[in-house]
């Protein structure tokens, strides 16, 4: 016989599960049409779902950038490295160059959405080729490194932005050689489909539905 105590246990875990089951990811690709042509500007703002992230591109001064156009690359893979994403324009390779360039992202807006777990997937990375990421709150301004250096087995492969909501601002840096941001990802925050809450209704007022029971069968007897 299920008890009352058993009965809200039971409403509970499937109310859990119902959460997990409706969290989602959005993925941002940073090239969605495959083009090899200029921005036109430096920056640009990419959308899906109705959730926005922004790209600006810098040339580097000590850790301080001045606005640099941004470019859309699709070209052929080169020694099992991606070559699609997004880079810069007049740059080797249009690529992000060591020491002298980096693309940041300004995640504000999906943070203000409750946006977690974010991920980055970086491309063109051959052998002797890395990056690493940075975290500031000033648009501009590279800030902190965040994460360790990611060689040529994190190719076109997302790694987690460690901290990810500790700063606004995330950038990508070539430590070695040059590379291509292909997409980033974050985890929505869990809400629970209407259609996954209803059981739960039902249990629950099944649940009220025998303790009102319980309670008027107490009340004749006494």
């Known amino acids: 016989m299920l008890t009352r105590s ?8 499937v109310f859990f ?11 941002w690709d940073l090239n969605p049409n495959d083009q090899n042509a200029p921005v036109g500007s430096s920056s640009h703002t990419f959308t899906n779902s109705g959730f926005s992230i922004t790209a600006y591109g810098f040339d580097n001064h000590a850790g301080i950038g001045t606005a640099h156009d ?6 052929n893979e080169i020694g099992g490295g991606v070559e699609t994403g997004l880079g810069l324009t007049n740059t080797p390779h249009n690529e992000i160059q060591p020491g002298l360039n980096f693309i940041q ?3 504000t807006a999906a943070l203000a959405a409750g946006m977690m777990n974010g991920q980055i997937s ?9 990056y690493t990421l940075f975290g500031s709150n000033a648009l501009g301004t590279l800030g ?3 994460s360790g250096v990611f060689g040529s087995n994190f190719d076109d492969q997302f790694v987690s932005i460690p901290n990810f909501g500790q700063f606004l601002y995330y950038a990508v840096v070539s430590i070695s050689e040059d590379v291509l941001p292909v997409a980033i990802r974050a985890d929505l925050p869990a809400i629970p489909e209407m259609s996954s809450i209803l059981p739960v209704a039902m249990l629950l007022a099944l649940v009220f539905a025998i303790e009102a029971r319980r309670r008027q069968l107490s009340s004749k007897r006494s």
């Not at 058993?6 to 875990?13: D, E, G, H, Q």
């Open 17 to 27: 599960a119902a959460v997990a089951a409706a969290q989602a990811s959005i993925v």
């Open 144 to 146: 902190t490194q965040v």
């Open 122 to 130: 970086v491309g063109s990375i051959q052998p002797g080729e890395s």
């Open 105 to 107: 992202f300004d995640f």
């Open 70 to 75: 941004l470019f859309f690359k699709h070209e």
């Open 6 to 13: 058993r009965l809200s246990t039971i409403a509970c875990a």
